[in-house]
């Protein structure tokens, strides 16, 4: 965290010690949108393993809006967003605040598709039912090792059900104003969510019920 809070500091303080007036050649490059690439293409593998690594971070903490919230399945950059939100998946501690993105990452993930849908992409729709294919997995294999007696594993299988019927809800009440071509893979979401639902339903029944809290006594004074 620490290296995390004091990067973007380091990394701007160092751009504020470079000359201030470039020279003309520099201006042109400065101008020049593809300059950048053919520097870092020519840059010894270490430096652009290092670059990557320095995009990340500043994605992650916000440096820069290239992997935004608003980057869809058919953009260039979709997968530079899929890597940040897989790094912060990774970084995030056990607990409440990965499941809580996780649960972020699966809106997002049937968002897109009904974007690409609406849109009538098949080639972004098509990724975008890959995803969220892939969201359900990870929450799947999350709760895989599901234990009835964690109070923590509970509060993260009702969260996911929330989020599964959110979901399913939402595609199936837009599938059937979508083009045609794209309900098939619309319908597929809808299947594979039920039956993520339904296992987690099983989970959930196996839960032992806790007994609600009685009225509490005041003691006579």
């Not at 701007?12 to 007036?21: G, L, P």
């Not at 998946?89 to 974007?115: F, H, M, N, Q, Y």
Request: charged share 25%; net charge neutral.
């Amino acid at each position: 965290p620490e290296f995390k809070a004091t990067a973007r500091q380091r990394i701007v303080r160092r751009i504020r010690t470079r000359h201030a007036e470039p020279s003309w050649r520099e201006r042109l490059d400065m101008l020049n949108p593809f300059a950048w690439v053919s520097r870092l293409i020519a840059a010894p593998a270490a430096v652009r393993a290092m670059a990557m690594v320095l995009a990340v971070l500043l994605i992650i903490s916000g440096g820069t809006a290239i992997a935004s919230s608003e980057t869809q399945p058919d953009n260039p950059l979709y997968k530079v967003k899929l890597a940040a939100e897989n790094l912060e998946l990774l970084l995030k501690p056990a607990g409440e605040s990965r499941t809580s993105l996780l649960v972020e990452i699966l809106d997002r993930r049937a968002s897109e598709l009904l974007t690409m849908s609406w849109q009538d992409k098949s080639d972004g729709a098509e990724r975008a039912l890959v995803n969220y294919e892939a969201a359900l997995q990870v929450g799947h294999k999350m709760l895989d090792p599901y234990d009835p007696a964690s109070a923590q594993n509970t509060a993260f299988a009702v969260q996911w059900q929330e989020a599964l019927a959110r979901n399913m809800a939402g595609i199936q009440g837009l599938v059937d104003a979508m083009p045609p071509r794209m309900q098939a893979g619309l319908r597929t979401a809808i299947v594979n969510t039920q039956h993520e639902v339904s296992w987690v339903n099983q989970l959930l029944e196996k839960t032992p019920q806790r007994p609600e809290p009685g009225p509490t006594k005041v003691p006579e004074v």
